[in-house]
Nanobody
């Protein structure tokens, strides 16, 4: 069973920065992709950023140029560096691991609140 543990959420003022971490119980190379999703109250969960096992990255248009996804293979950890945060970035952020067998695993989520 894959376990994903997120950390790094919190309260920050608009324009500030946060870094989220997602630590996986196994090698991140065993996953087709690892990504960050977010869900704001009353809204659907949406993809924020994703990195594949080959290192390709993609981002939601709303975060391009502000957020950066990266990984530390030795620590089996994926990071989301979030800069220039806006109130509309407020949401619960979830780590997702998508396996080559098309199975998804989710972390418990971490709250990010951006005050104006």
């Amino acid at each position: 069973q894959v376990q994903l543990v997120e950390s790094g959420g919190g309260l920050v003022q608009a324009g500030g920065s946060l870094t989220l971490s997602c630590a996986a119980s196994g090698s991140i190379f065993s996953f087709n992709a690892v990504g960050w999703y977010r869900q704001a109250p009353g809204k659907q969960r949406e993809l924020v950023a994703r990195i594949t096992s080959g290192g390709s990255k993609n981002y939601a248009d709303s975060v391009k140029g502000r957020f950066t996804i990266s990984r530390d293979n030795a620590k089996n950890t994926v990071y989301l560096q979030m800069n220039s945060l806006k109130p509309e970035d407020t949401a619960v952020y979830y780590c997702n691991a998508h396996t080559f067998k098309l199975v998804d695993f989710w972390g418990q989520g971490t709250q990010v609140t951006v005050s104006s």
